[in-house]
């Protein structure tokens, strides 16, 4: 099993940018696909980025691509979503995942481990 930490959230300005850490203990982190995913109130559960187990593959939802980047220090047992320019649309709760595989997903479901979430906001 692993267990995971997520940090980083806050209030910002339309803009700016954040950076979001997903701490994890437990298991070998390095076998471990991770992906972001985030809810806005009301809204579904959905994907923003994954990498791969080696930190060599990632993928990216079509609303962030370009300004977010996913990334992670298996040293140091830990993913990134260094986020840019960031807009009001992109407030919401941001939870990382884990998935006993080499790739990451965009399917919540293949995920096993989850953290409990830190939050954005992103005011106009």
């Known amino acids: 099993q692993v267990q995971l930490v997520e940090s980083g959230g806050g209030l910002v300005q339309a803009g700016d940018s954040l950076r979001l850490s997903c701490a994890a203990s437990?298991?070998?982190?390095?076998?471990?696909?991770v992906g972001w995913f985030r809810q806005a109130p009301g809204k579904e559960r959905e994907f923003v980025a994954a990498v791969s187990y080696s930190g060599g593959s990632t993928i990216y939802a079509d609303s962030v691509k370009g300004r977010f980047v996913i990334s992670r220090d298996n040293a140091k047992n830990t993913a990134y979503l260094q986020m840019n320019n960031l807009i009001p649309e992109d407030t919401a709760l941001y939870y990382c995942a884990a998935r006993l595989h080499a790739l990451g997903s965009r399917t919540s479901a293949e995920y096993s481990y989850w953290g409990q979430g830190t939050q954005v906001t992103v005011s106009s």
């Open positions: 437990g298991r070998d982190f390095s076998w471990y696909g």
